[in-house]
């Protein structure tokens, strides 16, 4: 089943601006995480944030995280169109435990 | 990052056929994998568990006969899809854990069935 919600499902920007999706999840979870995944390839891991972690930054990519509203953001500034992908949210319960999937949010970048 | 590797990367198959998928994990072990399935334009869905000298545990739903998985040693998991039928087309990627929360993706099996 899936556990996550990206918000919105489909999003097109210029280049040059910078583009939020979210995502909300049901159940506590150990960590959050971001991948990226362009058209019929495998998934890159984007950026991992832990439940007792607030906001995180790598590159021009930052993370919230607010565990009180089940919800995450991810933010990529000063986008360009190699940023054009899909971006999923997965989330963990603990190590060894399987990533729950969101529905994904697919990002355009026009050059 | 750790690196897991599958092959192969793409494969077609007639109707009826069985296809075996492999993952590997090339600098780490992998103690669990997980293998996720993903049809166009949709998330990916978990199909099972798979911890090394022990039977995989299937999500609801997925037929445990029809896609066999063994997880022999640390570094390899199989994926057989029997009798394989053209509703099985899709994108199969299986992740390992070793020590810590990330998990490392292989970069998925596409496989045709006509």
């Known amino acids: 089943s899936q556990q996550g919600e990206e918000d919105p499902q489909a999003l097109s920007i210029q280049e040059g601006e910078n583009a939020t999706m979210n995502c909300s999840y049901k159940t506590s979870i150990n960590n959050l995480q971001w991948y990226r995944q362009n058209s019929g390839r495998g998934l890159v891991h984007l950026i991992l944030?832990?439940?007792?972690?607030r906001e995180k930054h790598s590159g021009r990519l930052r993370v919230t995280l607010d565990t009180s509203k089940k919800s995450s953001s991810l933010l990529i500034t000063a986008s360009r169109a190699a940023d054009t992908a899909s971006y999923f949210c997965?989330?963990?319960?603990?190590?060894?435990?399987?990533?729950?999937f969101g529905k994904g949010t697919r990002l355009s970048v026009i050059a | 990052g750790a690196v897991v590797s599958q092959h192969p990367s793409w494969v077609i198959c007639k109707s009826g056929t069985s296809v075996k998928i492999e993952c590997r994990s090339l600098?780490?072990?992998?103690?669990?994998m997980f293998w996720y399935r993903q049809f166009p334009k949709q998330s990916l869905m978990l199909m099972a568990t798979?911890?090394?000298?022990?039977?995989?545990?299937?999500e609801q739903g997925v037929e445990k006969d029809k896609f066999l998985i063994n997880h022999a040693s640390l570094t390899l998991s199989t994926l057989t899809v029997t009798s394989a039928h053209p509703e099985d087309s899709s994108f199969y990627i299986c992740?390992?854990?070793?020590?810590?929360?990330?998990?490392?993706f292989g970069p998925g099996t596409r496989l045709t069935v006509t």
């Open positions: 944030i832990r439940s007792n972690e």
């Open positions: 997965a989330t963990a319960n603990s190590g060894n435990t399987p990533l729950v």
């Open positions: 600098d780490f072990q992998a103690t669990t």
């Open positions: 798979s911890n090394e000298g022990s039977k995989a545990t299937y």
């Open positions: 992740s390992g854990t070793g020590q810590g929360y990330e998990q490392y």
